[in-house]
């Protein structure tokens, strides 16, 4: 049982680090994007379409990671919707 907690931790602490990893390179595609544009005249502002590409990925993430979602299923939530499909103990 530790075991199973261990891995289901591990994989938690990996998706959040991924996630940090993620919002790091956003910023660092954002600056070179935005210098790239402004070296290049400053006219339209092209950046943003990449940029709202990598946001909606970001937010996609982060609610995989951080959301309601990303919590572990308990027993008690297993033994709830067992119930709820009418397999219930028959003693």
Known sequence: ???DIREVARK?????????YMILVFVILTALFVVV?????????????PLFGFAIATVFSALSTFG???RPISEQHIDDEVRKL???SQD
């Open 37 to 49: 544009w402004a070296l290049s005249g400053m006219g339209y502002f092209w950046p943003m379409w």
């Open 1 to 3: 049982m530790t075991d």
């Open 12 to 20: 938690r602490i990996k998706a959040r680090r991924d996630f940090w």
């Open 86 to 88: 009418g397999g219930g």
């Open 68 to 70: 309601p979602g990303s």
